[in-house]
Antibody
Framework: QMQLVQSGPEVKKPGTSVKVSCKAS????????MQWVRQARGQRLEWIGW????????NYAQKFQERVTITRDMSTSTAHMELSSLRSEDTAVYYC??????????????WGQGTLVTVSS | QSALTQPASVSGSPGQSITISCTGT?????????VSWYQQHPGKAPKLIIY???NRPSGVSNRFSGSKSGNTASLTISGLQAEDEADYYC??????????FGTGTKVTVL
């Protein structure tokens, strides 16, 4: 079955960077698009950006444009999301989700289990 | 991109029907039939329950239905059950080739 498995929890200091990984299985990774979404405790889902795996094209929410980089490694079927210049407000659970096959307006299914990123001095 | 607007909470008794609204603009909800709905139980990842306004993925109960009129999409849950108690989020594709989520609605089964 289609599955996304994310890397483990992270604790980071303000001003540093974090890189979260998302390994795909059960579907053709190269035909998908990978989305990243975050959710602070008790807050709403917030879309961060996506990468079309086959082309490597990315698009980011304006809020994160300056600080986020989404990449993919087709040899390991893994997508990565790196967020820099971390601040306390970035403390959240970060989810990856797949759009299979990659398509405009495509839906997020499946989702990873989430990775808690804590930013604290 | 501002979040889509949803009511903070909706409640109903078992067996009743409830409807959750999701209001955006002509640049997102009103401009595309790419509205999805996700159900999220506490501590869990979101689960897709409606896509492309009114389509259900395989395995999702037919008690869930979706529709859209203008800039507002709606999710209806009929025959409300205890297991439907969760947070619900709408999502839409936008004219900037991005996505936006709604503010979220907590559904309580009385």
């Amino acid at each position: 079955q289609m599955q996304l498995v994310q890397s483990g929890p992270e604790v980071k200091k303000p001003g540093t960077s974090v890189k979260v990984s998302c390994k795909a299985s059960g579907f053709t990774f190269t035909s998908s698009a990978m989305q990243w979404v975050r959710q602070a405790r008790g807050q709403r889902l917030e879309w961060i950006g996506w990468i079309v795996v086959g082309s490597g094209n990315t698009n980011y929410a304006q809020k994160f444009q300056e600080r986020v980089t989404i990449t993919r490694d087709m040899s390991t079927s893994t997508a990565h999301m790196e967020l820099s210049s971390l601040r306390s407000e970035d403390t959240a659970v970060y989810y990856c989700a797949a759009v299979v096959p990659a398509a405009i307006g495509g839906v997020f299914d499946p989702w990873g289990q989430g990775t808690l990123v804590t930013v604290s001095s | 991109q501002s979040a889509l607007t949803q009511p903070a909470s909706v409640s109903g008794s078992p067996g009743q029907s409830i409807t959750i609204s999701c209001t955006g603009t002509s640049s997102d909800v009103g401009g595309y039939n790419y509205v999805s709905w996700y159900q999220q139980h506490p501590g869990k990842a979101p689960k897709l329950i409606i896509y492309d306004v009114g389509n259900r993925p395989s395995g999702v109960s037919n008690r869930f239905s979706g529709s859209k009129s203008g800039n507002t999409a709606s999710l209806t849950i009929s025959g409300l059950q205890a297991e439907d108690e969760a947070d619900y989020y709408c999502s839409s594709y936008t004219s900037s080739s991005t996505y936006v989520f709604g503010t979220g609605t907590k559904v309580t089964v009385l």
